[in-house]
């Protein structure tokens, strides 16, 4: 799971990890805090199996990237294997250097992944403001990425019951489902 | 058995935890800093805290040693350079309980200013060095750590790496164990490190290594897997699980976990038994020199080489010569470096400094360092905790001494970091008569950590209110007769702050106060900042301040409304009165 600190890729990680769990898979979740976190590119990066050694993969190993922001998947495409499924917010943040006039947000990132991989791609940031609140957009992904994943003997939505807040869950819950929907 | 997931961090406290620990001192710097946050939860059974820095967590948790209870500090690998005085005395004079010192190292930079590997700290400061490779084992090796400590009479360098410390993996609890109180008794000969006493201290210490070197042997920290006779792999840390991942599965594994002083009977008797032998560890060849030194040859540097982190990719191509199959899309994603976030109060600060090219910053460690990126670019050095105000000592005194009397010199610390060791430069520069201003940018916590509690912040890390410290009583103490305390986001107040500092005739100093906008426990005043695009007349200079919210949209500026606060430091640069904040 790749976007920009303060998205919320980490929670999300947590919730498909809970599912992974229950499902009885090994797993283990990497991610990276401190200084890019500050509005820097970050990864969260979940392995799961029988039996998981690393919990960190490089270049070319992931089954599928779900990207929060769109220029985040192509920073990050390297890492998926050839013939890997994306699952794309298509969703701009320009980075400082953008805002500051320093450099270009680059065209065409959406195009370029759907040519090379097998992509869901959905507008999850209005998709959230529709549903009344920007800040469930990570779990509108998740719920498109649980589509993209085909892991249908999870109960994903029960999860979601088991580690959001229960003043949220409602909301979330709306947001999952609209997440699937939009991944069709 | 419940299975938790757990970060390395997670684990280390719940193992300190379920060891019997009780005296526990800390500075935050990551990757460490979440082992406290965590201990911070068994406040009923044991005392932790946020020490000023990382020396004195390790005197205060070697003293609780020499106490009697068994005691961790922890810290950042740089951290360990700050703390390096005490603990090289402390192997000398061995431990009273358990001692366990956690050293996160950061191969790859995350988020630290160098990659030191500190397993040679082990070695140079002669002390058992025990290494995690996933978060159950962080658990485990905990409670071997005290038991080595206290059989072998040694402090114990727990080393983590940044991806055993925040990966997360799943782990098993056991129960804590109180250990028995020993009732306290004066040991001059032990404890007062006299020449005298260390003279005999020292073969004291040799013979205590090569104890620790037997015993590791068939310490349950260290572990043949054997699997087959051609191929061995000698490793630690998680360079075992990439190893893992990477190696055919007839490769046999030493798997060593009390990795200094180094088993070398026992490698010595692996390496018998393979015909070829590669050591796989990240970063320095800390086991391979060692391991050739001995006589035993081995493979594993050459190949794999010391810059950065490992994964299991990379150690494939390094070994094997097997690059990943991988996709070029075509489109460049351009870099996203972090910044000081919209609202950030050093935001005002560094944009008056970037006004004048005759400034000469000297930074420091934290969120604050963003403030050498461009736009604003305001910032000459960042070199470690508490430089930024020795080390513009040293600029205005190489300029005094050069005659380039028209730079002015300014050193930066932040609030925490002031308590860490900006105290000792403050001293510094008032009585050496340095022709400078040192700077506080007190955001009232430590950020880029992660909003941990220090002296100036009013809060400790159990969540109990203490009396803060005031930075300008400190200062004032020292001499500072003139302290200019300015809230930074009020661009004209800081320019004049910055002009009446430099203008004084007698010790001056400069305190931009003005909480950090991610402190939960404050009420912020926040808003929203527009642009009038008919007023606007796309001058570009509202980019001048870098922040992240404020771009540039068909020639006229334009403010995200998802991350802007209204904290209008934009609007004050803007020759036109183009934008205004609107109330929330």
């Known amino acids: 799971m790749v976007g920009v600190g303060g998205q919320g890729a980490i929670l999300t990680a947590k919730v498909l990890v809970a599912g992974l769990m229950q499902a009885g898979y090994d797993v283990k979740m990497s991610e990276v805090h401190g200084m890019s976190q500050r509005g820097g590119s970050v990864s969260t990066q979940v392995h799961w199996g029988d039996k998981v050694y690393s919990p960190v993969i490089g270049p070319g190993a992931a089954d599928i990237v779900v990207a929060f922001e769109k220029m985040e998947a192509v920073r990050y495409a390297n890492f998926l294997k050839p013939g890997g499924v994306a699952v794309i917010n298509d969703y701009e943040m320009p980075s400082s250097t953008v805002a500051a006039g320093l450099c270009q947000y680059p065209q065409g990132c959406l195009e370029a992944m759907q040519s090379h991989f097998k992509c869901y791609t959905l507008n999850a940031a209005q998709i959230a403001l529709d549903l009344g609140s920007a800040k469930c957009m990570n779990i509108v992904l998740f719920g498109a990425m649980t589509r993209a994943l085909h892991m249908d003997d999870i109960d994903w939505e029960s999860v979601i019951r088991d580690t959001v807040p229960p003043k949220f869950l409602e909301l979330n819950l709306k947001a999952f489902r609209a997440g699937r929907d939009a991944a069709q | ?584």
């Open chain 2, 1 to 584: 058995m419940e299975r938790h997931l757990l970060s390395g961090n997670e684990a280390i406290a719940r193992g300190a935890y379920e060891a019997g620990a009780k005296v526990c001192s800390a500075y935050p710097g990551t990757p460490s800093t979440e082992v406290f946050e965590n201990l911070a939860q068994y406040r009923d059974d044991l005392y932790c805290e946020w020490a000023p820095n990382e020396k004195v967590a390790t005197e205060v948790a070697y003293g609780a040693s020499i106490g009697g209870v068994r005691s961790l500090c922890a810290m950042k690998h740089v951290g360990v350079n700050v703390a390096a005085d005490p603990i090289f005395t402390a192997t000398y004079n061995g431990v009273g309980k358990g001692f366990v010192i956690v050293s996160a190292d950061d191969p790859g930079m995350h988020s630290s200013q160098n990659e030191q590997d500190n397993r040679y700290y082990a070695k140079f400061a002669k002390m058992a060095m025990v290494e995690p490779s996933d978060s159950q084992e962080c658990l485990d090796f905990m409670k071997e750590a005290y038991r080595i400590s206290e059989e072998f009479d040694l402090p114990v360098l727990f080393r983590t790496t940044t991806r055993v410390a925040h990966s997360k993996s799943l782990v098993t609890f056991g129960e804590r164990e109180e250990q028995p109180v020993i009732p306290y008794q004066r040991r001059t000969e032990k404890f007062v490190s006299s020449p005298a006493a260390a003279y005999l201290h020292h073969p004291e210490l040799e013979e205590k290594l090569r104890r620790l070197e037997a015993y590791g042997r068939t310490c349950p920290l260290n572990r043949m897997e054997m699997k087959g006779s051609k191929v061995g792999v000698i490793t630690a840390s998680i360079a075992y699980q990439y190893a893992k991942d990477v190696f055919p599965e007839d490769t046999s594994f030493l798997k060593l976990g009390l990795t200094y002083p180094l088993p070398m009977d026992l490698i010595r008797e692996f390496a018998s038994q393979v015909e070829k032998l590669y050591v796989v560890e990240e970063l320095e060849p800390f086991m391979e020199e060692q391991i050739r030194s001995a006589g035993i040859p081995c493979q594993g540097k050459e190949l794999i080489g010391n810059l950065y982190e490992l994964n299991p990719q990379l150690l494939r191509e390094r070994l094997f010569g097997i690059k990943p199959e991988t996709v070029d899309v075509g489109v460049e994603a351009v870099s996203r470096p972090p910044a000081l976030c919209p609202g950030c109060p050093h935001r005002g600060f560094f944009y008056t400094m970037s006004k004048n090219k005759n400034f000469v910053i000297a930074g420091d460690i934290g969120c604050y360092t963003l403030g050498s990126a461009a736009p604003l670019n305001a910032m000459d050095s960042c070199v470690c905790m508490g430089g930024g105000f020795s080390v513009a000592m040293g600029l205005a005194k190489a300029f005094e001494a050069t005659g380039q009397t028209e730079k002015k010199v300014f050193g930066v610390v932040g609030d925490s970091t002031f308590f860490h060791s900006g105290m000792t430069g403050a001293a510094e520069i008032v009585y050496n008569k340095g022709h400078m201003i040192p700077v506080v940018l007190d955001n009232s916590i430590t950020g880029m950590t992660g909003h941990q509690d220090n002296p100036g912040s009013g809060y400790t890390l159990q969540g109990d209110v203490a009396e803060a410290i005031r930075i300008e009583d400190v200062l004032r103490s020292y001499g500072y007769e003139n302290i200019f305390i300015v809230d930074p986001q009020d661009l004209t107040a800081m320019q004049k702050a910055v002009d009446d500092a430099l203008a004084s005739t007698v010790p001056a100093a400069i305190i931009a106060r003005r909480p950090c906008l991610l402190i939960k426990r404050i009420h912020h005043d926040t808003g929203l900042c527009v642009v009038d695009k008919d007023k606007c007349i796309g001058c570009k200079k509202c980019l001048k301040v870098g922040c992240p919210a404020v771009m540039i949209q068909d020639g006229k500026s334009h403010i995200d409304p998802t991350q802007c606060v209204g904290c209008t430091v934009c609007a004050q640069v803007c020759p036109v009165g183009a934008i205004t904040r609107k109330e929330n």
